[in-house]
């Protein structure tokens, strides 16, 4: 099945029933609402992708990877629900990732697919949630200057900071790679396509 691009731009496609849309935005002008805009976009096509499919097809493994459509869409909430706490916190809303163990990896890597029990309809649900709170924080932060240090990560530079505004284009950039890795999964799965 293909769309065309009328059909999937945000602006004027509705997302489908079980997409569990963002609620709107806060009213924001300037810098705060492209950001705002930004993130919208990037999240219609992260979930576009899940329109029409079961619990089941959620859960798959399409590609040689491990990833499903339900599991990228958990781990983006996931990643989202830290990054805006390392902006309201510091760096003590993450883990220290140098010291990880095994266990705690093999923990993280549940956020990467669906666990028994677990539905589309509930990973779109807390992702509207947290994606909600994230667009409040945007549109209510008294600073997007302010920067913390960065957690303790291997692939992080020693010392680095991010200010909250870089943080945010952080979470628009890892929405729209993995917005990119839901197209895959999904044509992998049936041949549907975002755009095309």
């Given at each position: 099945m293909n769309f065309d691009e009328r059909t999937t731009d945000p602006a004027t496609r509705d997302e489908p029933a079980d997409a569990q849309a963002v609620p709107a935005a806060p009213a924001v002008a300037g810098e705060r609402a492209d950001l705002l805009e930004a993130l919208a976009k990037q999240r219609h096509f992260l979930r576009f992708p899940t329109r029409?499919?079961?619990d089941e097809q959620a859960g798959l493994r399409t590609t040689a990877g491990e990833l499903c459509l339900g599991g990228l869409i958990k781990h983006v909430t996931s990643v989202e629900r830290g990054w805006a706490e390392f902006i309201r916190t510091g760096p003590s809303a993450m883990p220290d990732f140098t010291a990880m163990t095994e266990t705690d990896w093999a923990?993280?890597?549940?956020d990467f697919r669906m666990?028994?029990?677990?539905?589309?309809?509930?990973v779109l649900a807390a992702y509207a949630?947290?994606?909600g709170r994230t667009d409040e924080l945007?549109?209510?932060?008294?600073d997007l200057d302010a920067a913390w240090p960065l957690p303790k990560a291997p692939w992080f530079e020693a010392g680095a900071e991010w200010s909250a505004r870089r943080v945010?284009?952080?979470i628009v950039a890892e929405t729209a790679q993995?917005?990119?890795h839901a197209d895959i999964l999904r044509e992998s799965l049936d041949g549907a396509r975002s755009m095309g």
């Open positions: 029409d499919l079961t923990r993280r890597a549940d666990l028994p029990g677990e539905t589309l309809a509930g949630e947290v994606a945007v549109a209510t932060l008294p945010l284009l952080h993995h917005a990119g």
